[in-house]
Each structure stands twice: as C-alpha cells, then as structure tokens.
C-alpha cells in the first residue's frame, strides 16, 4: 500500500503522510468507500504519533477526500462528479423544455439526478426571507424544501420561499411536483416574468443538522447560497435558500464587462 513518505521533503510530517494517503486514493490503492487504515495501524506504519496521524486525517477531511463518522472510522468519499452551478441553469429554453435547473445541470455533468420532497406547505418568513420578499417577518409563505441527489448521494438542500398570494393563484406551486420546468416555469406562465436573478454565497462549517442531511463529516465546509428570483415588474417572487456540500459544486459565472 503505497510507499512510505521521506522525512526529508521539508513538509511537516502531517501533511508527508496526508500527501501519501491522498495519492493512495487518487491511484483507487484505497478505492470509493474503503475504509482507511486505523490510526494504531497508520502510527506504525509511517513511525509517528496518534497526535501527527489524526492531524493527517484531519487534512485529508478538509481537502474532501475521506468522512469520518463516530464508531464508524474513516473512510474514502464516493464522490459523485462535481457539478457546475452558473448563470447559463436559468435560461428560459431550459424551462420551456421542461427542465428545472437541476436537471439542466445534471444533465451537464452526466450524473443521474433525484430529488426528494420534505416539504410543501405554509410557513412563518424568517426575517432574512421576509425582507427578500419584502413582507414582515413572520408573515405566511409558501416553502418548498427538497433534498436533491447525484448519483444517490445528497449534494444539496434548498427551501424555496414564495409569498402566499402568488402561491394561492398558482394550484401547481402546492403540488410536490410542480411539472416541467419547476417553479419558474409555472411562475412565467402566470404572467410573473422573470428578469433577474441575484445569489449571496457564503462558505461556513456545516451545522449538526447540515451534517446529517448530506451525509458529511463533523467540521465539514458548506455552501450557503441565497438567491432572489425577480419579475419585470421589480417583484421578488421566490427567495431560494440552498446549502450545498462544497467539495461537490463549482462556482462558475459569466459576469458581462459592459455597463
């Protein structure tokens, strides 16, 4: 398995022996869902201290390549390809074929896509939602929350927030399947035409919750993107509210140079 790193690289120990593990699973020498040997085990081979191995292993979590989960030890990610999210998953030909911006990326990225619904229903606005949509906080809004897949991991969980009125004159928005196109698509046929979007990313460390819908590990980065979905009457008509696993997701934007 592998060779032994030399002490001589200048690198601190850690990262000679995280540098070798990753090797090790970029070869598939540890393939997709292996278990990655134990810490006593890893100890004796590299001659080094528990303290240097679990920092190693620490590394290797950060870059994405092994989970560690409590009692279970860690073990090499299945990763699903990573997918692209850019500007070009809103084009209004993608809608009118039928396909929501998952698939369009999925499609992109030759995965199998899947989607599962948690919940469609009314809710209370947040307050960071209600001023999006420009209502009081704790105003009634439609959420629509759903845990998408690729390959059949979880990638990602977005809430979608819609206010009541629009919900109340669009039956199909209540529906868990809100047909080709999804939302947007049931949106323009109502005459809300859409002209713009705006997205707020920010990276964080994974909540508890977070952790256990995506199946990561404890520590592990996220995604957190917020994104307003505008009509061309000014009218923010949807605020989609996502968390993504990092190491799954490219950010990939066409910004135009003109004014």
């Known amino acids: 398995m592998g060779t032994t790193p030399s002490r001589d690289s200048g690198k601190p120990r850690y990262l000679q022996i995280a540098d070798d593990l990753a090797q090790q699973i970029e070869a598939k020498v540890l393939g997709p869902g292996e278990q990655v040997p134990s810490e006593s085990q890893l100890m004796e081979r590299y001659s080094t201290s528990v303290g240097t191995v679990r920092k190693a292993i620490a590394q290797l979590r950060t870059t994405g390549l092994i989970e560690t989960h409590h009692g279970k030890g860690s073990h090499v990610k299945r990763r699903p390809p990573v997918r692209r999210k850019s500007s070009d998953r809103f084009r209004r030909s993608h809608r009118m074929a039928g396909k929501a911006a998952y698939l369009a990326e999925a499609e992109q990225a030759g995965s199998k896509p899947s989607v599962s619904v948690l919940y469609v229903g009314p809710v209370d606005a947040p307050p960071e939602i209600a001023e999006r949509l420009s209502v009081p906080a704790g105003t009634q809004v439609l959420a629509r929350r759903r845990l998408y897949f690729s390959d059949g991991i979880p990638t990602e969980e977005a809430t979608s927030y819609l206010p009541w009125d629009i919900a109340q004159e669009i039956p199909q928005l209540l529906e868990e399947n809100p047909g080709g196109g ?52 000014g009218r923010v008509v949807e605020v989609c509210d996502t968390y993504m696993a990092a190491d799954q997701f490219v950010l990939d934007y066409r910004i135009p140079a003109g004014d």
Not at 182 to 192: T, V
Not at 204 to 233: F, M, N, Y
């Open 182 to 233: 999804g939302i947007y698509a049931r949106l323009e046929e109502n005459g809300h035409t859409l002209t713009e979007f705006t997205e707020t990313i920010r990276v964080r460390l994974a909540t508890k919750a977070e952790v256990v819908a995506l199946s990561l590990s404890p520590g592990s980065p996220i995604i957190h993107l917020t994104r307003d979905a505008q009509t061309e009457a």
